[in-house]
């Protein structure tokens, strides 16, 4: 009885406090608006803060607000999310530069060439504020923040920064960059919702179900998204801010409760292609906000935590096309109130201020730096053309063994506003004879900083940065590195790059940044095919064939090289015969080679000047592999979505993604393969035994990362070979309290031995941890050396590079077990880009990449990374699909 007094006194409490910061801040104290425009409240039903507007409703309340100012704003649905909602930016200015929006366009434009006669442009032209919301879909306050921001440019009265901004600049407003990730989040919370709003943060409103709301349909974090352009809402986004040429890009999120803001300028390290003008308006831009926020009291901070280094982010890419980038952070409510640790309530309504608040202080900064920023934005696309200075002129894309892959980069390149050329005819670089077809990208244009954070087999982090960092890492502190060290492009795609100290001046086409294919591999199939085709496998020769299978059509692959016609045909290659196929197999596939920018060999006879013949035991039958992919809980989310993106939209198979809490009672007789993503499984022993039997029975387990890890213990005994320890000894299950959590703790040491007094009393030794894991790497790109004569790294050459993050060193397969196809190479050619702790390397050196090991009449395929990173990691995603596709044959 009392107890339920206390609470309900404590309710009260709650309410009262939650009414009080509701009154005593207010978006916008003090201002008038004009009560003709539509408040939120009267769109939707509520006002902004009380409660978390749904995707629907932002859409709705954007249209009410168009309506009702349609010369004032404008309303562009740029993209379309997997699931179907709608993406919008509002442009937001005064009705002279609305009704002149065109000529605007195309004035930034101008200035955006970088040409020395645009400069005059920046005396009429609006600055560009881009205010980016919601790309994490559970960070929720800022996308109501974004209509709070909307309607108060344009109702705001007498509100001298208002009339600024409003004749100043041009604000475009994206309320929500990740729609379905925002409505799952809506979804659950409400779905979780007590009678009053619960402030527990371990309550069930709080506490989102796997994946989570932060990643879109396929589970990517689109904040890493920018460059490499995989989902349909960047792809939209990026296309759009290639239009308008921001000036200024605010991209604003939420991080953990306990925290208070965060603003401009970053934190270390700053990636070294950010120019000192640019480093100067973070400056100037923090300054303006802390000065706004003293104002009304709101805590903040700056200059920690999140860095500016990696290029794929929301605020970082602009920042390459000559914007000021920024990333501002709320602390999260993730609902509608939050109990902080120190006791103290954050309500749904402060995190909407405070975003708001600090957007509205960012526009007002640059309207009224309008011209100079205009300024510093031309000369930055002028300085970016200057760039090719320090030797490098351009950089040459010849199409290599597989075609497909480099027109992929390339045209990557070009969707992200980077010119590239593609050469119409054969050229000399120096000594270096390139064919026709080789891409050029040259340095000196206005997105030149761009290509060289892109194209760079480097990009270096500050030498004291890796310095405090090595020294935390002696410490046993955890480094303070964001996110992964290394991006290189032409690495990752593991395309030849060559780098020109001469501009070329052979005749050239532009590439169409849209077209569906960009080199053209298919042309040589015009000829009629009596018998058959040949595909050379590669990345486009994978999609092709995924296709064709599909579609019924009977497909071979030869494990070992052949020539045929004077022509060498590498193993992997794919072989399709037209008699006794299904009617119009021919036809077909040369409409599915184009589509996948595949190269299609017709031949008239099967005979083979040397190599294995088209009949032999060697070549084996495809089928379209029937595949399951775990989802849900412990899978990773992140590697779970990556790899079902990668087989359905990247190769076109097709996947049956199953909760592993099903799998586990699931006869999987019916299926072929078996994808189980990072994540630390806990299957019982008849789940196990009947995934042995399967297994054994044909199937082709495919396990990445941590389910490598996983797949390897004792206890699961499937993969023949063990994880290594820091100390190089293995990883075993007596640690089993250690292995789940990443934690190193393991067993306790037994006593030491009795002091020696002879041998002086060693503290560091004393100090140092038994049994720990690897050291943790942020991320970084190491090279591998393939083994070519395995079916797995058919369409690769020798050595590739792989992006390795995390602490997972894999002892190589013993002969007796299976075969090591990928190997990290010995320590002076093991780290191709980024960080790497010096003690890792001979760990990690002439370990295992990529293990597998036949079981019965089936086989496992273990990855010790996740090949299918970020969806950019072209080559080790051939490596994947190669698993899929072709494991089932063989
Ligand atoms: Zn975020």
């Not at 806990?682 to 990362?705: C, H, K, M, Y």
């Not at 890890?709 to 075993?732: F, K, M, V």
Request: aromatic letters at 8%.
């Amino acid at each position: 009885m009392i107890e339920t007094w206390v609470m309900k006194l404590a309710h009260i409490a709650l309410i009262c406090l939650v009414t009080a910061t509701l009154s005593a801040q207010g978006l916008a104290p003090n201002t008038t608006y004009d009560p003709a425009v539509p408040t939120l409240e009267a769109v939707v039903g509520h006002a902004p803060g009380e409660e978390i507007t749904t995707p629907d409703e932002i859409g709705r309340y954007l249209e009410a607000l168009n309506r009702h100012a349609p010369d004032e704003t404008r309303l562009v649905r740029y993209a379309t999310s997997w699931e179907g909602r709608p993406l919008h930016y509002l442009i937001v200015g005064s009705k002279e530069r609305i009704a002149r929006l065109d000529e605007i366009r195309e004035g930034l434009r101008a200035l955006a060439s970088g040409r020395a006669d645009a400069a005059s442009r920046t005396a009429d032209l609006p600055v560009v504020v881009w205010l980016l919301h919601g790309v994490h879909g559970n960070e929720i306050s800022s996308s109501d923040a974004a209509l709070a921001e909307a309607y108060h440019l344009l109702a705001a009265r007498n509100d001298a920064d208002v009339d600024l901004i409003r004749r100043d600049a041009l604000v475009i407003i994206d309320p929500m960059q990740n729609p379905d990730g925002r409505q799952r989040f809506v979804t659950t919370n409400l779905l979780g919702r007590a009678a009053e709003p619960d402030p527990e943060p371990q309550s069930a409103e709080h506490d989102e179900p796997w994946p989570g709301g932060r990643s879109n349909h396929y589970l990517f974090d689109m904040n890493r998204d920018y460059f490499a352009l995989s989902q349909p809402e960047t792809q939209g986004r990026v296309r759009v801010m290639l239009e308008w040429f921001p000036q200024v890009v605010v991209d604003l999120h939420e991080m953990g409760g306990n925290s208070t803001y965060y603003f401009a300028p970053p934190a270390d390290p700053l990636n070294p292609l950010i120019t000192p003008a640019q480093q100067k308006w973070f400056e100037a831009f923090g300054r303006a906000n802390a000065a706004q926020f003293d104002r009304r009291g709101f805590p903040y901070f700056v200059r920690e935590v999140y860095d500016s280094f990696y290029p794929g982010y929301g605020e970082s890419w602009p920042i390459f096309h000559g914007a000021v980038g920024m990333t501002y952070e709320q602390a999260s409510a993730r609902g509608l109130a939050f109990r902080r640790e120190d006791g103290t309530l954050l309500t749904y309504e402060m995190g909407v201020t405070q975003h708001f608040t600090a957007a509205i202080t960012t526009a007002a900064t640059a309207a009224r730096n309008r011209e100079r920023l205009l300024r510093d934005f031309h000369e930055y696309r002028q300085s970016a053309i200057a760039l090719a200075d320090n030797g490098t002129r351009e950089y040459l894309i010849p199409p290599g063994d597989d075609p497909s892959r480099a027109a992929r980069l390339a045209r990557l390149l070009a969707r992200q506003g980077i010119e590239v050329r593609r050469a119409d005819e054969g050229f000399k670089a120096g000594d270096r004879s390139l064919p026709a077809g080789t891409f050029i990208v040259p340095l000196a244009q206005p997105a030149g900083r761009l290509v060289r954070n892109l194209l760079d087999p480097d990009v270096k982090m500050d030498e004291a940065f890796i310095r405090e960092q090595e020294r935390r890492r002696r410490e046993r502190l955890p480094d303070q590195i964001y996110d992964v060290t290394a991006w290189s492009l032409p690495l990752i795609f593991d395309v030849e790059i060559v780098a020109s100290e001469r501009a070329s001046s052979v005749r050239t086409s532009d590439l169409d940044p849209q077209a569906d294919t960009g080199n053209g591999g298919a042309a040589a199939a015009q000829a009629p095919a009596s018998l058959g085709f040949l595909l050379p496998w590669g990345s486009g020769a994978a999609g092709a064939v995924a296709e064709a299978l599909k579609a019924g059509i009977r497909v071979h692959s030869a494990d070992e090289g052949f020539t045929h016609s004077g022509r060498r045909f590498p193993a992997g290659t794919a072989f399709v015969r037209v008699a006794g196929n299904v009617d119009g197999a021919a036809g077909q596939l040369q409409e599915i080679a184009r589509r996948h920018d595949a190269e299609l060999v017709p031949i008239a006879d099967t005979w083979t000047d040397d190599g294995i013949s088209l009949g032999s035991g060697r070549v084996a039958t495809l089928k379209s592999p029937r595949v399951l992919l775990a989802w849900d809980s412990p899978t990773s989310s992140l590697s779970a979505g990556w790899a079902r993106y990668v087989l359905e939209r990247r190769f076109g198979v097709r996947v049956t993604a199953m909760r592993t809490s099903t799998l586990q009672n699931f006869n999987m007789h019916e299926y072929d393969v078996l994808v189980l993503p990072s994540g630390s499984y806990s299957f019982n022993e008849d789940a196990l035994r009947r995934l042995r039997d399967w297994i054994r029975g044909g199937g082709t387990l495919v396990t990445l990362a941590e389910a490598s890890r996983w797949a390897a213990r004792d206890r699961t005994n499937l993969l023949s070979t063990d994880t290594l320890l820091r100390d190089g000894t293995p990883e075993r299950d007596q640690s089993e309290g250690a292995s789940g959590s990443g934690n190193q703790g393991g067993a306790a040491k037994p006593d030491p031995a009795k002091p020696d007094p002879a041998k002086p009393f060693d503290y560091d030794e004393a100090i140092t941890p038994e049994r720990e894991r690897p050291e943790n790497l942020a991320g970084a790109m190491l090279r591998v050396r393939l083994d070519r004569t395995h079916w797995l790294t058919a369409g690769l050459d020798e050595e590739i590079q792989v992006v390795v993050e995390g602490s997972r060193v894999f002892a190589p397969l013993k002969l007796d077990a299976g075969r090591n196809v990928a190997v990290y190479q010995p320590v002076d050619r093991l780290v191709a880009s980024g960080h790497v702790w010096e003690e890792a390397r001979p760990l990690l050196s002439q370990r295992a990449y990529l293990m597998h090991q036949p079981m019965g009449r089936g086989h496992i395929v273990a990855f010790a990374e996740d090949p299918n990173y970020r969806a950019f990691a072209e080559a080790t995603e051939l490596l994947f699909a190669n698993a899929v596709l072709l494991g089932p044959g063989h």
